[in-house]
T-cell receptor
Framework: EAGVAQSPRYKIIEKRQSVAFWCNPI?????LYWYQQILGQGPKLLIQ????????DSQLPKDRFSAERLKGVDSTLKIQPAKLEDSAVYLC????????????????FGEGSRLTVL | DQQVKQNSPSLSVQEGRISILNCDYT??????FLWYKKYPAEGPTFLIS?????DKNEDGRFTVFLNKSAKHLSLHIVPSQPGDSAVYFC????????FGTGTSLTVIP
């Protein structure tokens, strides 16, 4: 079974530039997540999709971050303009469903996209 | 507001001994808890989980204990192996997953 695919693996940009990350979840997984992991911290949820719809984007800095999930499959996360504090690993994860049998669906993570903002 | 805390950034254990990783949480609404393991340059991978209705779950060398009254869970690895060296994140779930800051485990051969 193919895992969660993310690209690019690494990106270096200057502040005020824009960047986009792409994620292809595991086939059949209805729920897709974008997490931000700053060095030394745990992953923090940015946005959660259930199929095409947004379930939770309360922690997404909407003045500069945007995300979409096309046709309930692939997703892109965009940052424009980038700030120094956006330097982090952006993790995409997917799960079969939001809740499976009353318990939280296990998250499957991609390898992440490491962003460095200079 | 850190709802899931791992107070030990690092832990070193001799091969064959027990590794105990700890995690505390503040939200009593959490009903599911998970441990993820992360190697460098890779995404976290699921290791073991426990529902809030249980106090112990075992899977091979890995056992997770949950103490709801203390809002504390722990991961026991026994015996520890060099391949277990990684960063371990605990996570708790209610409407979304909340992750701790991770504990870097080094198993010394």
């Amino acid at each position: 079974e193919a895992g969660v695919a993310q690209s690019p693996r690494y990106k270096i940009i200057e502040k005020r530039q824009s960047v986009a990350f792409w994620c292809n979840p595991i086939s059949g997984h209805a729920t897709l997540y974008w997490y931000q992991q700053i060095l030394g911290q745990g992953p923090k949820l940015l946005i959660q999709f259930q199929n095409n719809g947004v379930v939770d984007d309360s922690q997404l800095p909407k003045d500069r971050f945007s995300a979409e999930r096309l046709k309930g499959v692939d997703s892109t996360l965009k940052i424009q303009p980038a700030k120094l504090e956006d330097s982090a690993v952006y993790l995409c994860a997917s799960s079969l469903d939001e809740r499976v049998g009353g318990r939280a669906g296990e998250l499957f993570f991609g390898e992440g996209s490491r962003l460095t903002v200079l | 507001d850190q709802q899931v805390k791992q107070n030990s950034p690092s832990l070193s254990v001799q091969e064959g001994r027990i590794s105990i990783l700890n995690c505390d949480y503040t939200n009593s609404m959490f009903d599911y808890f998970l441990w993820y393991k992360k190697y460098p340059a890779e995404g976290p991978t699921f290791l073991i989980s426990i529902s809030s209705i249980k106090d112990k779950n075992e899977d091979g060398r890995f056992t997770v204990f949950l103490n709801k009254s203390a809002k504390h869970l722990s991961l026991h690895i026994v015996p520890s192996q060099p391949g277990d060296s990684a960063v371990y994140f605990c996570a708790a779930s209610f409407n979304q997953f909340y992750f701790g800051t991770g504990t870097s485990l080094t198993v010394i051969p």
